[in-house]
C-alpha cells in the first residue's frame, strides 16, 4: 500500500511527490500529461525557471522526484473510494492501488471561445491569463474577449501592461457603470458579435466582427469560464466554491477526510508558482496526519 496517491503530475503534484518523497514516503504519482498551459509556450513568474516551456518544466520535476523513490506512471486517475481506513484507487489502465492519504492535482481546462482561428492562435497570441502573458505583450494593441464584469475586470487589468486595450463583448451589452468607467480608463469597446480571428501562423492580426470594421490588435486576452479538468473530487464529495474550484483549507484539505486537493483545482491563485506551493503545503499537512497515526501519544 502507498501511503499517498497523487492525481496530477503538474506544479503542484510534482512539488507534493517531492516533499513526501523527501520524507520517506511510499509515493505513486498518476499524470496524463495533459497541464492546463501545455499550449503556452513558457511559464513566466517562477524563480530560477521564468520561460521555461510547461512540458520541459515537467520534466524536469519528474527527474527531480526519481531520486527520493517517487513511483511516476503516465496514466490517469478515474476513480477512488474509501475502504476501511484506506483509498483503492482506479487507474486508467484497469489497475487499482491503495492508498492512506488522496492528493487531487489535476487542475482546471478553460473555455475555448467557440471563435475561428482561435484554435491556432492560442497560447500564441491569444490568451487567459494576464499575470502569465500581459508581459510579452506589454504596449502592444490588445483586445479583451469577454461579458459582463469579467470582461470588464480583464480589461481594466491589462491596462498594467499595455494603454492600448478594447473590450470586445460578443453581442453583449453592459450597463453604464461599467461603460461610464471604460471610458474614464480610455478603454475602448465593441459590442457586435465576434466571427473570427485573422492570423498569420497563429499570430493574430485583426479581430472580425458580425457588423463593423475588424479590429486591428496582436493580442487576445479572453475571460469564458473554467471546469475542473478531473471531477473525481466531486464525486468524492468534496464541496465546491463559488468559482467551481475545490473548497480548501489552508492546508490544502477538503471536507473530506483523508482527501487534500492543490494547485489551480483548490481556492488560491491560478499560478504556476502558488500551485507548486500548494502542493509543498499539502504534503507537509498529509505528512504531519501520517505521522499522528504513527507516533505514540
Known sequence: MYDVIVAGGGPAGLSAGLMLGRCRRQVLLC???EPRNRYSHALH???TRDGTPPLEFNSLGRADLVKYGVECRAVGVTDARRVGSHFR????DGRTENARFLLIATGVTDHLPPIPGIDSCYG???HHCPYCDGWGWRDHPLAVLGKGASGVRLALSLKSWSPRVVLCLDGSRLDRLKRDRLDRNDIGMRT????????????LKAVTFASGEPLATHALFFTSGQHLQCDLAVRMGCSINTRGTVETGSLCHTNVPGVFVAGDASRDAQLVIVAAAEGAKAALAINQAIQREELAP
Open 192 to 203: 457586435a458579435r465576434v466571427t473570427g480571428l485573422e492570423h498569420v501562423d497563429g499570430m
Open 89 to 92: 484507487v482506479s487507474l486508467a
Open 45 to 47: 513568474g517562477y524563480l
Open 124 to 126: 500564441k497570441s491569444v
Open 31 to 33: 499524470d496524463t500529461g
